[in-house]
Structures are given as structure tokens and as C-alpha cells.
Nanobody, 113 residues
Framework: QVQLVESGGDLVQPGGSLRLSCAASGFDFSLNTMNWVRQVPGKGLEWVSEINGGGDITAYANSVKGRFTISRDNAKDTLYLHINNLQAEDTAVYYC??????WGQGTQVTVSS
């Protein structure tokens, strides 16, 4: 019943920006901490960011700090990741995650000239 559906990934030039979205359903979204995790081929999984249920406490991996912003709209049961100044190393599949068990299908971000 729980569903997480990511969208917004695209092919972007270095320095570009994207907003990723994750539409959540099947649980009380507003009460739950959410995370973004990315999977880089050949480099494994990397935690990206976390936001608490109320949206007032956030955390970021050092590799994305200052460029990525996590946010949420609880009225729309949607999680966001705003990405600025995209770099080649940001190329990955980005997943929204609830707890340990629930992952979306991911959205592909590709940074290339």
C-alpha cells in the first residue's frame, strides 16, 4: 500500500539545477522523517539528505551541502530535493526513502555536457 514515486530527474549540463519530487501515499506522510539516497553506478549507495516530519530539521551529506535543499509539502504528501550547481559526480538514481523498508523506484539525474 505504501508508495513512493520519484520524478524530476533529467539530463542537465554541469552547473544546472533540478527539483526532484517524491509523491508519497499509503501512510501518514506528515508524521515521518524522510530521506533522499542516491545510487551511483560503480560507487554504491550514498545518503544525501534527511528531513523530519515537520520539515524544520534537515541534514545533508558533506558532498551536497550548500547545493542541495530538502523540503516537503505535507499538505500534498510530497518530498522535494532542490539541486543547484549540478556536478558530474551528482549523476545517480535518486530515491526517496521512508525508514528502512520503503524506497521509491528512483529518478535518474544525469549531468553531462
Amino acid at each position: 500500500q505504501v508508495q513512493l514515486v520519484e520524478s524530476g530527474g533529467d539530463l542537465v549540463q554541469p552547473g544546472g539545477s533540478l527539483r526532484l519530487s517524491c509523491a508519497a501515499s499509503g501512510f501518514d506522510f506528515s508524521l515521518n522523517t524522510m530521506n533522499w539516497v542516491r545510487q551511483v553506478p560503480g560507487k554504491g549507495l550514498e545518503w544525501v539528505s534527511e528531513i523530519n516530519g515537520g520539515g524544520d530539521i534537515t541534514a545533508y551529506a558533506n558532498s551536497v551541502k550548500g547545493r542541495f535543499t530538502i523540503s516537503r509539502d505535507n499538505a500534498k504528501d510530497t518530498l522535494y530535493l532542490h539541486i543547484n550547481n549540478l556536478q558530474a559526480e551528482d549523476t545517480a538514481v535518486y530515491y526517496c526513502v521512508w525508514g528502512l523498508a520503503y524506497w521509491g523506484q528512483g529518478t535518474q539525474v544525469t549531468v553531462s555536457s
